[in-house]
């Protein structure tokens, strides 16, 4: 197992997303320092995946995806997946960080082009695609509660 897969969460389903906002926020604390606030934006991303597909889907991200996104400046805060089932083999979640939307957008345009990237999906989607839809939001962190 690879560290990445490793360090993939569980959660239980109903304290998921107020757990990702959590962690935003107290990423965004560990990050800032006096009142010089960087204005960064993260992007929550929740993938619906198909059945049976979810180990393929932890492990093309631990042996390939996540190092993409370093080389493509997508800076990985976390992975989780719910604790109880049916959820925990249907939902991965993850947070990115960038410096801006516009850089956000850039780095996911040349992530998708990277031949490296398109490899590894071919190779993980042979018999079929791993998920189902994405849910993304682009979240803004909350400096007021961090300047009081």
């Known amino acids: 197992m690879t560290p990445t897969v490793s360090i993939l969460y569980n959660v239980k389903t109903s304290y998921l997303l107020p757990f990702l906002c959590g962690a935003a926020v107290m990423f965004g604390f560990s990050t800032l320092s006096g009142s010089n606030f960087p204005h960064h934006v993260y992007e929550l991303r929740l993938y619906h995946v198909n059945e049976g597909k979810m180990d393929a889907l932890k492990a093309r991200f631990g042996n390939h995806t996540d ?8 800076k990985s805060v976390g992975y989780w997946s719910p604790e109880d089932a049916p959820d925990s083999q249907k939902l991965f979640v993850y947070i990115l960080e960038h410096p801006s939307r516009q850089e956000a957008e850039k780095n996911w345009a040349a992530f998708q082009a990277d031949p490296e990237w398109q490899k590894a999906k071919a190779e993980s989607e042979a018999h079929g695609p791993l998920v189902d839809h994405v849910d993304r939001y682009f979240m803004d962190l909350f400096e007021t509660f961090l300047r009081s």
Request: hydrophobic share 40%; no cysteine.
């Open 67 to 74: 190092s993409i996104f370093k080389r493509h400046n997508m």
